[in-house]
């Protein structure tokens, strides 16, 4: 049977998401209309260490999260007492950094006793779809594919998932910065090989298209990776200048290929009418047009939030808490950061 999906009276969320190195906070109503997405970056501090270093990112939360809470609140034209939930993300992510947002929403819930809900990420990743696409409701399948994940879903109700495949090694997101490091393009990759790749030619090079023995919906990308760096020890060795554009975008296509049609044989096999994207990954122009594509050409629907609600950002987390929240869900104050959060588990 499915979930009423509607309160009387407007349901309105704080969200707060610090699972790794964007500090965010957003006010959301009903699930679907964001009032504010506040999102405060450490990019350009982490590109000096070519990745993102745990405790550089917990400090610099610790600092920044009273004023992006602050303005989120303000963004939205709300103050703390029109929440009816404090949302915040609890996993999975890196401990140091999950522990600020989560102690932060403790504190504001303990402090004004409006309920809590702990959110997990990729639920989050998944609902930014609801906020992009209003009309959009379970059953449909989503690819979750980010810097720390990459999982095919199900999403059979709001907040009822089955994992028909995930990675076994790097994650896509992962595959593509430690690709990008060693083209010389630098930290974050995956926006940089996306455009460098514009200038390239994806066929130039036959990088494998990795797959999983006895598992058809499962992902590897390591062996993939692992064969580009191949590729530029050999081209070294043999003297032969390399095209940074050539290899970017060969090395893209074959994740785009993997993705695409892991993603349209669970379309086939379950027979799916709708098909959405979600995560950093998610805002990749290649893999976007071509998953938009392969839908079209089987009927099916298909679905990708704005590059905005791809990468972190605590708009999802509101709308993934509403689902949460009317179906009773409330977290205690002995809420607790869990960095390795498997979706489904509580
Ligand atoms: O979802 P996200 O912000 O954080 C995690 O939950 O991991 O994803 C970040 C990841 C990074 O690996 C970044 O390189 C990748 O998303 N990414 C992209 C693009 N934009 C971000 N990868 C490929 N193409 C892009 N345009
Ligand atoms: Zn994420």
């Known amino acids: 049977m499915k979930m009423k999906d509607t309160m009387d009276k407007d349901i309105t969320i704080l969200a707060i998401e610090s699972s790794c190195d964007e500090t965010a906070a957003s006010v959301v109503v009903n699930g679907r209309d964001v009032l504010s997405n506040v999102i405060s970056s450490q990019i350009d501090i982490h590109t000096l260490y070519g990745g993102v270093v745990p405790e550089i990112a917990s400090r610099k939360h610790t600092e920044r999260i009273n004023q992006v809470v602050k303005k989120g609140l303000s963004e939205a034209g709300k103050t703390l007492q029109d929440m009816d939930a404090i949302a915040v993300t609890y996993g999975p992510g890196l401990v140091g950094p999950l ?198 050409e089987r009927g099916v629907e298909f679905f990708c939030p704005p590059p905005i609600l791809c990468t972190d950002n605590a708009a999802m987390i509101g709308s993934a808490a509403y689902y949460e929240y009317i179906k009773g869900v409330r977290s205690g104050l002995d809420l607790n950061a869990k960095p390795g959060l498997r979706l489904g588990e509580r």
């Open 99 to 296: 522990l600020i947002g989560v102690s932060e929403a403790k504190a504001l819930s303990f402090a004004t006793g409006i309920p809590l809900i702990g959110v997990h990420h990729i639920e989050g990743h998944i609902s930014a779809n609801y906020i992009a696409n209003k009309d959009l409701e379970p059953p449909f399948a989503c690819l979750v594919v980010s810097g720390g994940h990459t999982h095919l879903v199900l999403v059979k109700d709001y907040g009822e998932y089955e994992i028909l495949g995930r990675t076994q090694d790097d994650a896509a997101g992962e595959a593509f910065d430690k690709v990008a490091r060693e083209i010389g393009l630098g930290y974050p990759g995956g926006p940089k090989i996306d455009k460098v790749s514009k200038e390239g030619n994806p066929a130039a090079i036959d990088f494998p298209r990795g797959k999983v023995a006895g598992s058809r919906y499962d992902f590897s990308f390591s062996g993939m990776k692992s064969s580009v760096l191949n590729y530029l020890n050999t081209c070294k060795m043999k003297n032969i200048e390399i095209s940074v554009p050539d290899v970017a975008a060969s090395f893209q296509q074959a994740v785009v290929d993997v993705l695409v049609s892991h993603a349209m044989w669970a379309v086939e096999e379950f027979h799916l009418t709708k098909f959405a994207l979600a995560g950093g990954v998610a805002s990749n122009t290649a893999l976007r047009a071509a998953m938009e594509k392969a839908c079209a």
